[in-house]
């Protein structure tokens, strides 16, 4: 789970944001493993492998859901469909108020497809816990 410290709403906001370039990116990348060590997928996600609820099974499932994901839709509409590495327009604002008086927010990132909006997007749940600031994804179809 991602895990940073910040002192500001400036600092925070830019944490905030390279941690989502690092989820996306590495989403674009398929290394969906290393989800880990940035945002990763709510634990749920490990039920698409039917194996233990762990962040690493989490990262996994996500993956393979992803995965079959694309491939259908490639199927349907006969072209290749990806997920396109961080782009900031797809990204929601930060609100940094939200997170200084509940403690949590939650930002959208609309994910693309060689420039194109793809059908599902991720919401990225930022919270603080011993000063820190951690986050896990879901994805909203």
């Known amino acids: 789970m991602a ?5 500001s709403k400036a600092e925070f906001k830019s944490k905030a944001e390279e941690l989502i370039r690092l989820m996306v990116d590495t989403i ?6 290393k989800l880990v060590s940035s945002i990763p997928p709510k634990l749920s996600w ?15 499932g996500f993956g393979k859901w992803l995965v079959e994901q694309l491939a ?11 997920v396109d590495h961080f782009e900031r327009s797809c990204m929601e604002n930060i609100h940094e108020e939200r997170l200084e008086i509940d ?5 959208s990132y609309n994910p693309t497809s060689f420039g194109e909006q ?15 600031i951690k986050a896990v994804f879901d994805v909203n179809i």
């Open 3 to 7: 895990k940073a410290e910040f002192k």
């Open 28 to 33: 674009a990348d398929k290394e969906y493993a």
């Open 46 to 60: 490990a039920s698409y492998i039917d194996a233990e609820q762990t962040l690493e099974n989490a990262c996994l």
């Open 72 to 82: 259908m839709w490639e199927e349907d509409e006969g072209k290749k469909f990806v």
């Open 103 to 107: 403690k949590r927010d939650i930002v």
């Open 118 to 132: 793809l059908d599902f997007w991720f919401e990225i749940e930022f919270f603080i816990e011993n000063g820190q």
